[in-house]
């Protein structure tokens, strides 16, 4: 059963100071989820968790996590102007971007950031737009083809297709652009690859790993390159579902330390580090959706309307994502009520559960919707005017802290033209 972090009384409290809608985050479960993942990665010595800051953009989280020791994986101009406003720089920061506009390489090479190139030709447009090759530099691979794990009666455990992907080198690509990077100047690389999405296998990031760690090995003999970090990125997935059990990172970081023994140290690159750079893991479970029932209506279906929407969570909406609800007070009533539990929004998608089996819900009970910490708030749009919501941190000490205010009709006019 998925239990929410926070209680029925502390969100009685917090909804007096705060209305719903807003996404709360626990900053308990996020620490020591941070430190389990150090733990993890402890026996390679140059190993650093980069935050995907996409996931979470959000000042509070992004300290939070610097504390920890994480770093921060940006993707845009904005997320390198915020890792900047939150402390982060030089080799805090990973810029792991695709077509990337001339002004956010240039942002990226003033940070000192490390500079993660997706694409062959932007060797040449990194060296036209500052004017230099970065001596440390990193290269993203794109294998293609199919990814499959762990084939089971029910198919296979991970499967995504980077062959599908717009991301990355082909494997051709990257041993000419370490070639070509070499000659322009750079010293001491990198190599990232993302394969699959959200997985749910112990085995996916030492799979990804192997596949890594023998490709390095194969680049410093034909290209003379000195690997010094191998970056693992993003995709370790969590339960959305109760039925689904859980990534043990623990057991992620020995598959992973198996390969390294197996494949780097041989070779001679026992030296190498590792990076992550995880979001979702890092902070899915960590966060939630509170709301509102409002309205309960009664038509061919079943529908609670709450006061949250899509742009408040889009995964539903875009993906059919699960997100699993807990009404709060009624954890151990029977689930004998069957729900579309719906937002305003004018599009049928907006819909956080389809024919959900819950208890009995009644105008005024608070809702939770789990797993909103990564992916939530962030991809949240201005469709149909709503406003984007606050977001609230739980402290470990107890008490409750705004950490974003929610917008206001003011914000949503401030970039109309009127006359
Ligand atoms: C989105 C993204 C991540 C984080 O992915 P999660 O699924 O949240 O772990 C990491 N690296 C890159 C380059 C990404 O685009």
Known sequence: MKKPFV????????????PTPFHLYDEKGIRE????????????????????????PTPAILKLLREEGCGVDCSSLTELMLAEKCGFSG?????????TPAEEFALAARLGATINLDDFTHIDFLKQTIGFIPETISCRFNPGGVFRLGESKEGFQVMDTPGDSKYGFTREQLFEGFRTLRSMGAKRFGLHAFLASNTLSNEYYPALAAILFRLAVELRDQTGADVRFINLSGGVGIP????????????????????????????????????????????????????????????????????????????PAIYGAYHHITVMGKEDAP?????????????????????????????????????????????????????????????????????RRAETPEDYFATMVFE
């Open 7 to 18: 209680t029925l009384e502390q969100l009685q409290g917090i909804t007096q100071a705060y």
């Open 33 to 56: 989820n941070a430190r389990r993942l150090k733990e993890a990665f402890a026996w390679n010595p140059g190993y650093r968790e980069y935050f995907a800051v996409k996931a979470t």
């Open 91 to 99: 080799r805090e920061i990973m810029f792991s971007s695709n077509e």
């Open 240 to 315: 959305y579902r109760p039925d689904q059990s859980e990534n043990d990172i623990a057991v992620i970081g020995a598959g992973v330390r198996k390969a390294y023994e197996e494949i780097l140290v041989p070779a001679g690159m026992g030296d190498v580090a590792l990076c992550t750079e995880l979001g979702r893991f890092l902070l899915g479970p960590y966060g939630c959706l509170v709301t509102r029932a409002i309205h309960a209506k009664h038509t061919y279906k079943e529908y609670i309307g709450v006061d949250a929407c899509a742009a408040n969570l889009m995964r």
């Open 335 to 403: 689930c004998d009520h069957k729900y579309d539990v719906v937002g305003s929004l004018c599009e049928n998608c907006d819909k956080f559960a389809v024919d959900r089996m819950l208890p009995r819900i009644d105008r005024g009970d608070l809702l939770v919707i789990h797993d909103t910490g990564a992916h939530g708030f962030s991809m949240g749009y201005n469709y149909n005017g709503k406003l984007r919501s606050a977001e609230l941190l739980l402290q470990a000490g107890g008490g409750v802290r705004l950490i």
